[in-house]
């Protein structure tokens, strides 16, 4: 195989790497986003069970959701 087509054909492989990566990226917000959501749901009681405040809570609600 010429180097010209060697080039080409391993420039294609990350261009079809990357839909899944982006998919997977976004898969993992939607992931954390709903974690997050379910965390503020719990009541004190169960936040104490887990170690947490409901200061840690909002904290962590209030990030950005790729973070």
């Not at 010209?4 to 079809?16: E, F, G, K, N, V």
Request: proline letters at 3%; a positive charge; charged letters at 30%.
């Amino acid at each position: 195989m010429s180097s010209l087509a060697t080039s080409i054909s391993t420039s294609r492989q990350p261009r079809r790497a990357a839909p899944v990566t982006i998919l997977a990226t976004v898969r993992r917000w939607l992931d954390v986003s709903r974690e997050r959501h379910a965390l503020s749901r719990l009541d004190d009681a169960a936040l104490a069970d887990l170690g947490l405040l409901r200061t840690d809570v909002r904290r962590e609600t209030n990030k950005y959701f790729w973070r």
